[in-house]
Every structure is written in C-alpha cells, then in structure tokens.
C-alpha cells in the first residue's frame, strides 16, 4: 500500500481575538488539534464524526485551501504544510474538492459549460474555443449530464444535476485526489446513491483516490475501504470499514454505529441504544486529556480525564485512542448493524 498524502501532527487553531485596535487574541478554536493519517493511493478513505469536530477543516487542510497552524503534509515526497502559492498552483490541479451544496458553489449567472471549463480557464489549457467545448461536453458526458444542455444556467438542473456539475469540474484536470465533503448530504435519499455510484465509477475508471466525509456512517460504509472517526479535532478510531462496523472499538465508535438506523423494527427493539448524552464539548476549550471523557459510558476517573490515550494498534487491527477500548462482549451485547 503506497501512501499519496501522509499527514503527520496536522494542527490548525482559529485564534479568536478580541478589541477593534489591537486585535488581542484571547483563545483559539482548537478545530484540528494533532491528527496524522496516511492516504493510500487508490483508495476511498471516510472521514465521519459529529458537526464540529474539524472533517471540513481537515479536508480544507489536507488540500492546501487552508494553511495549518502546524505539522506536516507529506505528498510526493514534499511537506506542502506551508507551501507558497506558486508551489501550490500544480498541486492543485492534482487535488480537488467537491462541496455538500453544489448550488452556493456554482455562479449562478455562468452557463454550466463555462463552469466545467474554468478549470481549463485557470490552468490555461486549451485556447481554442470549440476544442474547450468539446472538453467540457466530453465531462459532461462522463458524469451523466446532456451534453446538450451547454449552455443553461444551474437553476435549470436539479440538486442531484448539480453535484454532477460539481464532480465534472473536479474532475477536469484529471487530478490524483478527490476530496469530497458531503457531496451527498444536502440531496434527496434517492438520488444519493447515484451521486455515490458515479463517484464509485469515475474511481476506477480515472485511479481517483478519495477522501470522503460524511456524518452519516450509513453512507460511508459502502463507499469506503478504511474510515477514519473524528471527536473535536482528533482521530479517535482509525479502521478497515467493515471491521469498524462489526467491531468498533472506540466507546465512540461504538456509540456513533448505535446511532445508525436500523430498517428492521424488531432489530431496532432489541438493540441497545448507547444514545450519546450532552453536547458535544466547545473546542475552545475542549475536556482534559480524553476529549470524550465527558460523555463517555466507560470513564474512569483520575485516568481517562488525566493520561490522552494516544493512537494504538489494538485487536483486529483497529487503530484505537482510548485506555479502555471496548470488549467482545460489549461489542456482542450491542445489536448487530448489519442490516443498515
Ligand atoms: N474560519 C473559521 N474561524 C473560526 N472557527 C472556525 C472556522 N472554520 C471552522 N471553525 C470551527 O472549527 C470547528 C470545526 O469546524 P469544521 O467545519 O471543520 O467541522 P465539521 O466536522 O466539518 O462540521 P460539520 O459536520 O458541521 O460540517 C468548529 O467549531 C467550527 O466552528
Ligand atoms: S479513554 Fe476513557 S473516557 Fe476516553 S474513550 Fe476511552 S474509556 Fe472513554
Ligand atoms: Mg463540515
């Protein structure tokens, strides 16, 4: 397995200041606080989690829309953590993102053709007006859209339409890593499972890698090949997805899959809702130690609250960042989700 993307110690804080003049900070949205992931070539990796807890600026980090506060980002060989523009305009031919609401990113005013093609536009590729054309109807057809339909307006295409026209323009300069955050969050249950299956398409048949975001783990099970489960800015459980399915070992792991719905009613009785209790902490000023202590089923006082577990193989092969992982049998006595 050859790593594309190593992120190491990835850390970015929003300062939060205070005072019309000086500006003076007095703390820090602590969004992304030391998270480090490999991103295998080829494969789809899901980033899931609670609102909040940093997937949008991880992905916005890993990139380079955003620049870290610190740690590194390993691709090709180079740290681009810090990279200057003219070092990133390359880069970013080569790792594109595809937004939740394909609507707010797309200029209402364009046609869809000029859209696809401002990709071509930036990079200064192709000139020649009929052969852009001919690109851009070329990606049209790639994504399923009428090549046909050119010259209309995004207000012209569905929910489902649109996000078509987001995956064509990413898709544009053929790149290595597709980055997408909630492509289907934001559209009718329907059509999501035609979005997830072009992205699935367009996987094999460009080598994408793909890093996807979701909250709903129901999605990404399907999608992905190893997820990554996010709390207030750390990794707390890293695992080949249906491992992570069958046996999560991360008490929030564990709680996030209970949370998953069951179609089946009667599975649905039996099943013990660990329902996850209280907000999720502020990242201001986020809990001591193991940031899920304070909602955890399995704390234990003067240790989860006072020692971080750090990241660790545990069994399975599941990488766990918690003292007391969960065991078979409380694995067992949770229902299975296998029919999700
Ligand atoms: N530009 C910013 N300035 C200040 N705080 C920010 C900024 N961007 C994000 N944050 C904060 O950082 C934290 C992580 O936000 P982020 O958008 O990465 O979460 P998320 O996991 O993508 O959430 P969601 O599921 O709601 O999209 C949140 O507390 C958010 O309010
Ligand atoms: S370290 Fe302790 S508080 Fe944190 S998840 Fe594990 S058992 Fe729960
Ligand atoms: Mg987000």
Known sequence: MTALVEVRDLVKHFPIRKGIIFQKQVGAVQAVDGVSFDINEGETLGLVGESGCGKSTTARLVTRLLEPTSGSIIYKGLDIAHANRRRLLPLRREMQMVFQDPY????????????????????????????????????????????????????????????????????????????????????????????????????????????????????????????????????????????????????YSGALLSAVPVPDPRLAREKQRQVLTGDVPSPTNPPSACRFHTRCPKYVAGHCDVEEPLLETKQGGNVVACHYPLTDDEIAARVPTAAA
Do not use: W
């Open 104 to 251: 707010s990113s797309l200029n209402p005013r364009k046609t869809v053709g000029t859209i696809i093609g401002e990709p071509f536009e930036i990079h200064g590729i192709e000139h020649d007006k009929t052969k852009r054309r001919r690109l851009v109807q070329d990606l049209m057809e790639q994504v399923g859209l009428n090549p046909e339909h050119y010259n209309r307006l995004p207000y012209e295409f569905s929910g489902g339409q649109r996000q078509r026209i987001g995956v064509a323009r990413a898709i544009a300069l053929k790149p290595k890593l597709i980055v997408a955050d909630e492509p289907v969050s934001a559209l009718d249950v329907s059509i999501q499972a035609q979005i997830l299956n072009l992205l699935r398409d367009l996987q094999r048949e460009l080598g994408l890698t793909i890093v996807f975001i979701a909250h709903d783990l129901s999605v990404v099970r399907h999608m992905c090949d190893r997820i990554a489960v996010m709390y207030l800015g750390k990794i707390v459980e890293l695992a080949d997805s249906q491992q992570l399915y069958d046996h999560p070992r991360h008490p």
